[in-house]
């Protein structure tokens, strides 16, 4: 019943910027909270950011703060991940997700509806 489809990535050097999409197919409570997360490979998957309904509500992963910027437009269905000052250590597959209820957890198994991802590299 909900679809995610993210799209953006790509390489980018150190210092460069990247905005990441994720287009949302499906009822709009399916989607009352939405976050991205990532992979490095070999690694587990760890929160980025994420966002409540109205966009009012954010909250970031220390690693990105001042440098990421969530957001979304509800009436194009679509979240976003606004990447600058990208870091080598940003280097991951990026997910986006979302969740039934309100609240933005940091944990994986709070959010219900996952995208495929997208790959991001960062070189130096």
């Known amino acids: 019943q909900v679809q995610l489809v993210e799209s953006g990535g790509g390489l980018v050097q150190a210092g460069g910027s990247l905005r990441l999409s994720c287009a949302v197919s499906g009822p709009s409570r399916s989607s009352n909270a939405m976050a991205w997360f990532r992979q490095p490979p070999g690694k587990e998957r760890e929160f980025v950011a994420g966002?409540?309904?109205?966009?009012?509500?954010?909250y970031y992963a220390s690693s990105v703060k001042g440098r990421f910027t969530i957001s979304r437009d509800n009436a194009k269905n679509t979240l976003y991940l606004q990447m600058n000052s990208l870091k080598p250590e940003d280097t991951a597959v990026y997910h986006c997700?979302?969740?039934?209820?309100?609240?933005?957890?940091?944990?994986?198994?709070?959010?219900?509806?996952w995208g495929q991802g997208t790959q991001v590299t960062v070189s130096s």
């Open positions: 997700a979302a969740r039934l209820s309100v609240g933005i957890p940091t944990t994986r198994n709070e959010y219900h509806y």
């Open positions: 966002i409540n309904w109205s966009g009012i509500s954010t």
